[in-house]
């Protein structure tokens, strides 16, 4: 039996990268449950895996091994339009370097996630306005990501990691282009939002770590033994 409170369960999960001869295990046998709310920060030195478990758990890779269920579906075994579905619905992606459309508005930025969702025009509209108000950009609706600010840009980039209402949200680094003053605003910015989903952030920056409601500790592929584990009898 599940928890109908859990929103993301890996059991056994490893990634290795295969290059010619040589193999990297960038993952090694995660296990995790994270609750369907709250922040938590993946934490670790470089190259330690933060990333590979982050696009695994949002379907941009697959594991080389092991079980992905994220809320309520199995990324194993989901279809190729199952899992375009699960992009578009089940998860927001928040990147370090914006990933906005420079030729496109605020406002448009933030409703392309919609009209992929086959939203009607007016609803996104209206429905990204409320979005970019909320993240205190309803004075700059009109303006291209070249005329924002990095902190601006980044806001951007959660109101429309927010379009399709996802229950998940996977910022990796989102703060590592920006000043710590700018990225202290993003993270609270992030912790309001995690407490209607669920938000994992991939940081070096301690000053998350006040803020979320628990820290994975990842070095060479593996969690620390005190993390959020799955239990065996789960
Ligand atoms: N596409 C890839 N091909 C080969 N090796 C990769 C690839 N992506 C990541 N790696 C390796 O996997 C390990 C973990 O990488 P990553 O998850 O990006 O770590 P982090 O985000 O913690 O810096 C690193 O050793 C990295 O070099
Ligand atoms: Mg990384």
Do not use: C, W
Request: charged share 20%; hydrophobic share 45%; glycine share 10%.
């Amino acid at each position: 039996m599940s928890d109908r409170n859990e929103l993301i369960a890996l059991r056994s999960v490893s990634k290795v990268y295969r290059k010619g001869h040589e193999t990297v295990v960038a993952l090694d046998g995660i296990d995790l449950i994270l609750p369907a709310q709250g922040m938590y920060a993946v934490v670790g030195p470089s190259g330690s895996g933060k990333s590979s478990l982050l696009h695994i758990v949002g379907a941009m890779d697959h594991p080389t091994q092991g079980d992905v269920v994220v809320a309520g579906q199995s990324l194993n075994t989901l279809p190729a339009a199952g899992l375009t579905r699960f992009r578009r619905k089940t998860v927001g992606f928040v990147f370090q370097g914006f990933n906005l459309i420079p030729n496109l508005s605020a406002l448009e930025n933030v409703m392309l996630p919609m009209e992929f969702d086959g939203v009607a025009a007016a609803e996104r509209r209206q429905r990204a306005g409320a979005l970019l108000d909320r993240v205190g950009l309803a004075a700059r609706l009109a303006h291209r990501p070249g005329e924002l600010s990095g902190g601006e840009q980044q806001r951007v980039a959660i109101a429309r990691a927010l379009a399709n209402d996802p229950p998940l949200v996977l910022a990796d680094e989102p703060t590592g282009n920006l000043d710590s003053k700018t990225g202290g605003m993003i993270y609270e910015l992030l912790k309001a939002i995690s407490r209607e989903r669920t938000v994992v952030v991939v940081t070096h920056a301690e000053a998350l770590a006040a803020l979320a409601d628990g820290i994975l500790h990842l070095a060479d592929g593996r969690l620390a033994a005190n993390d959020l584990r799955r239990t065996s009898h789960v």
